[in-house]
T-cell receptor
Framework: ELKVEQNPLFLSMQEGKNYTIYCNYS?????LYWYRQDPGKSLESLFVLLSNGAVKQEGRLMASLDTKARLSTLHITAAVHDLSATYFCAVDSYGNAGGTSYGKLTFGQGTILTVHP | DGGITQSPKYLFRKEGQNVTLSCEQN?????MYWYRQDPGQGLRLIYYSQIVNDFQKGDIAEGYSVSREKKESFPLTVTSAQKNPTAFYLC?????????????FGDGTRLSIL
């Protein structure tokens, strides 16, 4: 059974500081996704990481994937208040059964990020 | 605009009652998914469907049922057998199951017990 663990679960940061959220998973996969969720809202896709060594950057966020270590990181640079949200990583279990492909996401618990002035 | 529409936004269930949550997408996506989110937790997969007239149980399917009669629609019924249904329910879709695109999510339905 695939397990996905994030840490930290709670992160309180000052504006302008840097920090990293870690996402560890238990079985082989080379498809990992990062999502953002604002309170009471739906999930917004941030990054899609599809291979070992993949690195994606958007604004103050950068995500990377190390499939050998089964680890993804989401690095926050010079945090601003607008980044306050819950961040989820999700790992894709995919394969083929009876000729039909499938994809199932297993989510981490989420990291609640609060950025203070 | 293409997207996923979930309705209603809020739903209340009485004891012993079945309720149905609607999920419609106009993205022409093949795969659709239902997730449950409890406060302070990640999402857990209830059911998923790769093609019309086919669906599979996810990790927490007990007390739930689904149908996939049309490509655009994937309704979820929360039955009276689900003893703890209070949660935030999210529907998602993707172009190809197991493909490279991220799943797109609807705005969710918040279900509570009366």
């Amino acid at each position: 059974e695939l397990k996905v663990e994030q840490n930290p679960l709670f992160l309180s940061m000052q504006e302008g500081k840097n920090y990293t959220i870690y996402c560890n998973y238990s079985t082989t996969s080379d498809r990992l996704y990062w999502y953002r969720q604002d309170p009471g809202k739906s999930l917004e896709s941030l990054f899609v990481l599809l291979s070992n060594g993949a690195v994606k950057q958007e604004g103050r966020l950068m995500a990377s994937l190390d499939t050998k270590a089964r680890l993804s990181t989401l690095h926050i640079t010079a945090a601003v208040h607008d980044l306050s949200a819950t961040y989820f990583c999700a790992v894709d279990s995919y394969g083929n059964a009876g000729g039909t492909s499938y994809g199932k996401l297993t989510f981490g618990q989420g990291t609640i990020l609060t950025v203070h002035p | 605009d293409g997207g996923i529409t979930q309705s209603p936004k809020y739903l209340f269930r009485k004891e012993g009652q079945n309720v149905t949550l609607s999920c419609e997408q106009n993205l022409n996506h093949d795969a659709m998914y239902w997730y449950r989110q409890d406060p302070g937790q990640g999402l857990r997969l209830i059911y998923y469907s790769q093609i019309v007239n086919d669906f599979q149980k996810g990790d927490i399917a007990e007390g739930y049922s689904v149908s996939r009669e049309k490509k655009e629609s994937f309704p979820l019924t929360v039955t009276s057998a689900q003893k703890n249904p209070t949660a935030f329910y999210l529907c998602a879709s993707s172009m190809i199951p197991g493909g490279y695109q991220p799943q797109h999510f609807g705005d969710g339905t918040r279900l509570s017990i009366l």
